[in-house]
């Protein structure tokens, strides 16, 4: 999608703050005991009282109106019994629709006092998102969020998921353009202005590949490493990257 008029940005901005504040409050009610399917009836609610649908569920189907994954299992994990410990790595991915647009987002975290090499882990995790957004400005080149990310991941001696990309958004959950790497690549796409995509690295500690497990659905790291993702929805602009995926 590209804006090129104030409704689509109001449109996209309102069901951006809906994610957020779907995923904050998600985060915050996040406890040892509960379970993945008690959270996720959590981030329903909250998308059901804005009026917005889950988009994994209308989009793909998908048997959980979030991903959520836990420790050993890195993106699309599907919500159910499986019960949410102490010191658990948690990624959660909050995408829906209202009205026609989408917005897409997600972070990792820990639950409680937790590892420090985890702790690290996601504070530079958060930092490779924020780095990949500040790439992004018309004109500019689509390979520079994914040559930033990778510069600072190989600084720090993580690897990335090179076969996870950020893509296209606004009037589908995934639109043109397509992949956008988070990793090193010599893509000689430009950024047109209004462009509005996701930038959504998973930096590990080892991993560079996802693999589908056993569900058709749930990720892992090969090599199984932990591994961390952060995303925010955001629209390109003259002066740099807007980000609609703020809570509000």
């Known amino acids: 999608m590209t804006i090129t008029q104030q409704d689509d940005l109001d449109g996209l901005q309102a069901i951006g703050r809906i994610v957020a504040n779907t995923l904050q409050a998600m985060q915050q009610a996040a406890e040892p005991g509960m379970t993945t399917a008690e959270l996720d009836a959590i981030g329903r609610a909250c998308l059901e009282r804005e009026g917005a649908q889950s988009a994994p569920q209308s989009v793909y189907d998908f048997p959980g109106a979030t991903c959520i994954s836990v420790n050993d299992e890195i993106a699309h994990g599907i919500p159910g019994s499986r019960v ?17 647009y989408f917005a897409d987002t997600g ?10 090499v985890l702790d690290r882990l996601c504070r530079d995790g ?50 043109e353009p397509g992949e956008i790497a988070t990793w090193p690549n010599r893509d000689r796409r430009r950024i047109q202005k209004g ?5 959504e690295p998973f930096l590990s500690v080892g991993g560079h590949w996802a693999e589908t497990g056993a569900d058709g659905w749930t990720l892992y790291a090969d090599p199984c490493a932990p591994c961390v993702q952060y995303e925010h929805t955001i629209v390109a602009t003259e002066r740099g990257a807007l980000v609609v995926t703020m809570p509000g």
């Open 107 to 116: 972070a990792s975290f820990q639950i409680g006092p937790g590892r420090p």
């Open 84 to 100: 949410i410990a102490l010191g658990d790595l948690v990624n959660i991915d909050v995408s829906a629709s209202k009205q026609g």
């Open 126 to 175: 958060k930092r490779a998102m924020q780095i990949g957004i500040a790439q992004v400005a018309a004109g500019k080149p689509l390979s520079g969020i994914g040559n930033a990310i990778g510069r600072f991941a190989a600084d720090r001696g993580y690897t990335l998921i090179r076969n996870l990309a950020s893509h296209g958004v606004g009037r589908s959950l995934h639109e």
């Open 195 to 199: 462009l509005v995509l996701t930038v």
